[in-house]
């Protein structure tokens, strides 16, 4: 890079700027004891195993294995450069720098196609934002906007816009910023026609609402129909509404419509609305709403879930009242009741009403008010949704409609929960409870029978996480005794200056047995005489290219040891590391000789050696106990 970020000014932005309050830009953090933890942004996971450790100022998740400071964090979740992470850990914390910093994007071209895509989209998106609130030819579409109750302050903070109907005035002015042709075709916005020799905007004569990343920037578009236009011939109508393409910025899977403005507000109530639309987000964040979401008109997708469940604990549904939003509620349901980490409620509204129509109709307040207090439960939702599709009139659907609620209390843990519904189908349909009951614990059996072996009733509680941090989980690799001994010697070496003076007395040559620990060591002691103090593990990871060794770095820094060293510990921890280096040196050189024995074809001096091998290595396995 063309400018170095200096020590004193690294150090400033390390002590003004916790660590908890920027990873919680990301995570959704719940403080267990001294730590915070959540779930691991960087894989998918049904227990929370991922911890921010507020006195270290470091990261470790004890199932993937990621660990590091604040930069490395933003490194890894934002895939930037390390001076890209000090510089957004800067602005976060509202520390001014002393020079300026242009990424070397094009050291990565995937990279640098992205961000001069995204300069596309926000150019374009400047543009149609102009276009509805400054010019004659988007006066009409600004008008009805307005009419629906959107004020100028929500169209500037949404940058809505309007696309002309000319359909070649955006590509001319995007040509004239010198952007590259192939890139504007394949950005999504504009439709190539043959013979032409310009591109024409896709969504020509449309009210434009930009589609942002999780950052904040336009990375595609939809675009609403002003007018709808007559019938042709062939019976066609023109959408009412049209997304981009999917392109290498915008994938409608795993998007979601204003979470980079609802996200800090998600995670401050640990609660999310779900939306169908845009439209009756927008409305619902005027409305005061601001921790709204939506899956684009699109069924809720596994990936979406996923954003989801690393946000927020309570999630409400608020789909449109019609048929097909209460059949999008129940498939969203499902999918968000497959990890069992949300407390899902349902917002009921009226058949063929959406949430943008309740505000325009009731009132910001009205609405307000009604989504606080106006929730169903899932039963009471699937209550609904059968009653819906089933006529109760008829004998065999009371019973399916019973059988099927009943089936649905199966899995529930509240037996008080349980006994409430049961009684309301005892109450509806004169059956006595006592008979529901035994149904109920038939379907109960069946829940159990299915749950899968490897399933534990109970799930680890995320403080349980840090009692065993000194152990490997079970989907990673044995740590043996002597490797065990390396990382405590190495805990010890991070943080006890005395622990230097024992390990000069007992071995001034000693080396340990990992590359990677010997590494760690090499590199920790330059830190240390560098500094004349031992600590500050969070400076000493800037000091670490390789992300492997990060993470055991911060998973040593998660041991639980006693607050006090002794000669001893540390002359114990010697002499197991010591004994295993022995016993494998020795048996690498065994090795050795026994090529060369057959090499010789000396068959008596091959049998000798054999049962040495034999030997050290039963010595070997015992240092592992």
């Not at 890139?183 to 434009?208: C, K, M, P, V």
């Not at 990871?541 to 060293?565: G, H, K």
Request: hydrophobic share 35%; net charge negative; with cysteine.
């Amino acid at each position: 890079m063309a400018e170095r970020i200096s020590e004193e000014k690294l150090a400033q932005i390390r002590t003004e700027t916790n660590i908890v309050d920027v990873v919680s830009q990301y995570v959704q953090l719940k403080k267990r004891g001294k730590n915070h933890f959540g779930f691991c942004p960087f894989h998918d996971e049904k227990t929370p195993s991922f911890s921010v450790a507020e006195e270290k100022q470091i990261f470790h998740c004890f199932s993937c294995g990621r660990g590091g400071n604040v930069f490395t964090f933003l490194m890894d979740v934002e895939g930037v450069s390390f001076v890209e992470a000090v510089i957004k850990t800067a602005e976060l914390s509202n520390i001014a720098l002393d020079f300026s910093y242009e990424s070397h994007a094009q050291d990565n071209p995937l990279q640098s196609k992205k961000e001069k895509l995204i300069q596309i989209h926000e150019e374009a998106a400047a543009f149609y934002h102009q276009v509805l609130m400054n010019t004659v030819t988007g006066q009409a579409a600004l008008d009805y906007m307005i009419q629906r109750g959107f004020t100028p302050e929500t169209l500037k903070e949404y940058q809505i816009g309007f696309s002309p109907s000319n359909r070649t005035a955006l590509f001319q002015m995007l040509k004239a910023k010198v952007f590259d042709e192939g890139l504007l075709q394949e950005s999504g916005i504009f439709t190539d026609r043959q013979g032409q020799n310009e591109l024409f905007d896709r969504f020509s004569a449309r009210i434009i609402f930009p589609l942002r990343n999780a950052k904040g920037k336009t990375v595609a578009f939809s675009g609403r129909i002003l007018h709808a236009s007559p019938a042709d011939d062939t019976g066609y109508h023109e959408a009412k509404y049209l997304n981009s393409p999917e392109t290498l910025l915008f994938n409608k899977r795993d998007f979601l419509f204003n979470f980079d403005k609802a996200r800090s507000e998600i995670r401050r109530h640990s609660e999310v609305i779900l939306f169908e639309g845009y439209m009756d987000v927008i409305s619902a964040w005027q409305a005061g709403v601001k921790n709204g979401v939506a899956s684009m008109g699109t069924s809720l997708t596994e990936e979406q879930n996923r954003i989801l469940t690393k946000t927020a604990d309570k999630i409400v549904i608020a789909y449109d009242g019609d048929r097909p939003g209460v059949e999008a509620t129940k498939r969203a349901i499902e999918i968000l009741e497959r990890n069992k980490h949300f407390d899902i409620s349902i917002f009921p509204l009226e058949a063929g009403m959406d949430p943008d129509e309740y505000i325009q109709q009731k009132g910001p307040e009205a609405f307000a008010k009604a989504l606080n207090n106006n929730r169903e439960t899932v039963i009471q939702f699937y209550s609904r949704y059968l009653k819906m599709n089933l006529n109760l009139d008829s004998e065999k659907n009371r019973i399916t409609y019973i059988e099927t609620m009943l089936k649905a209390l199966a899995p529930l843990d509240s037996l008080v929960e349980r006994e409430l519904y049961m009684k309301d189908i005892a109450d509806e349909f004169s059956i006595p409870i006592d008979i529901l009951q035994k149904q109920l614990k038939g379907y109960q059996q069946e829940v159990l029978q299915q749950r899968p072996e490897r399933e534990p009733v109970r799930r680890t509680a995320p403080h349980d996480a840090a009692q065993h941090a000194m152990y490997p989980s079970a989907n990673r690799r044995k740590v043996t005794q002597a490797e065990q001994s390396e990382k405590q010697l190495l805990y010890r070496l991070f943080h006890f200056e005395e622990v230097w003076s024992y390990l000069n007395e007992i071995d001034a040559d000693f080396n340990f047995i990992h590359d990677d620990y010997q590494t760690i060591y090499i590199l920790y002691e330059e830190f240390f005489r560098q500094n004349g103090l031992v600590g500050n593990i969070d400076q000493f990871l800037d000091r670490i290219n390789n992300p492997a060794l990060q993470n055991v770095i911060t998973e040593i820094e998660w041991f639980q040891l006693d607050s006090e060293v002794t000669y001893q510990e540390i002359q114990d921890l010697v002499h197991i590391i010591r004994d295993k280096s022995s016993l494998q040196d020795q048996l690498t050189k065994k090795q050795a000789e026994m090529k060369e024995a057959r090499k010789r074809n000396d068959n008596e001096r091959l049998k000798t050696i054999m049962l040495e091998i034999v030997s050290l290595s039963k010595e070997l396995k015992a240092t592992k106990k």
